[in-house]
């Protein structure tokens, strides 16, 4: 099953306005990852934090962890077109398999 | 290049015909993970090797699933009697165990995606 869900589900914006996905989980984690999926194509990594970690920062991409909430937030400033995908938070749980559990994802369309 | 790669691309077969999937990770990454992501949702875990053991195995994968690392190298994963809810995209990922810069990070291929017939 999965670890937890993704706000919002599809998010339509403009090129240049931020986007901002969230991501909620359910149990305690070591790090927590964001990928991102162009259609039909593989998982491109983007980010890791660590649970000890509350801010992130990557080019255009910020995140942010919660774990007192148990969530975490994508923020993507100056969006592009070729920014639309899906991104998909994912937590590992535990460092001794390093397993993965993915987030439903959003969708993200960034009209050009 | 260097990345995770998997072969085939798409697959199509028939309902009660067996298929294989290969997947090659990135040189001398010890662990190697399957995934299956059917439509609209995110990966779910299917197993794990750790070179050649196969350490981890998800309620997924029935008792039709069977994945294999012989070498540590390359892993295969085979389904037999293949059902039209096996249709799905299988993914494969590997990463470092130790040492690196990102040994948490997991590099996925470019999937199998399976239509059952």
């Known amino acids: 099953s999965q670890q937890g869900e993704e706000d919002p589900q599809a998010l339509s914006i403009q090129e240049g306005e931020n986007a901002t996905m969230n991501c909620s989980y359910k149990?305690?984690?070591?790090?927590l990852q964001w990928y991102r999926q162009n259609s039909g194509r593989g998982l491109v990594h983007l980010i890791l934090?660590?649970?000890?970690?509350r801010e992130k920062h990557s080019g255009r991409l910020r995140v942010t962890l919660d774990t007192s909430k148990k969530s975490s937030s994508l923020l993507i400033t100056a969006s592009r077109a070729a920014d639309t995908a899906s991104y998909f938070c994912a937590t590992d749980r535990s460092s001794n398999t390093g397993k993965l559990i993915f987030g439903q994802g959003t969708t993200l369309q960034v009209k050009p | 290049d260097t990345g995770v790669s998997q072969d085939p691309r798409h697959k199509i077969t028939k309902r009660g015909q067996n298929v294989t999937f290969r997947c090659d990770p990135i040189s001398e990454h010890n662990r190697l993970y399957w995934y299956r992501q059917t439509l609209g949702q995110g990966p779910e875990f299917l197993t794990y090797?750790?070179?050649?053991?196969?350490?981890?195995k998800s309620r997924l994968l029935s008792d039709r699933f069977s994945a294999e690392r012989p070498k540590g190298s390359f892993s295969t994963l085979e389904i037999q009697r293949t059902e039209q809810g096996d249709s799905a995209m299988y993914l494969c990922a590997s990463r470092p165990l130790a040492g690196g810069l990102s040994t948490d990070t997991q590099y996925f291929g470019p999937g199998t995606r399976l239509t059952v017939l």
């Open positions: 149990t305690s984690i070591n790090n």
């Open positions: 090797f750790q070179n050649e053991a196969q350490l981890e």
């Open positions: 934090i660590r649970s000890n970690e």
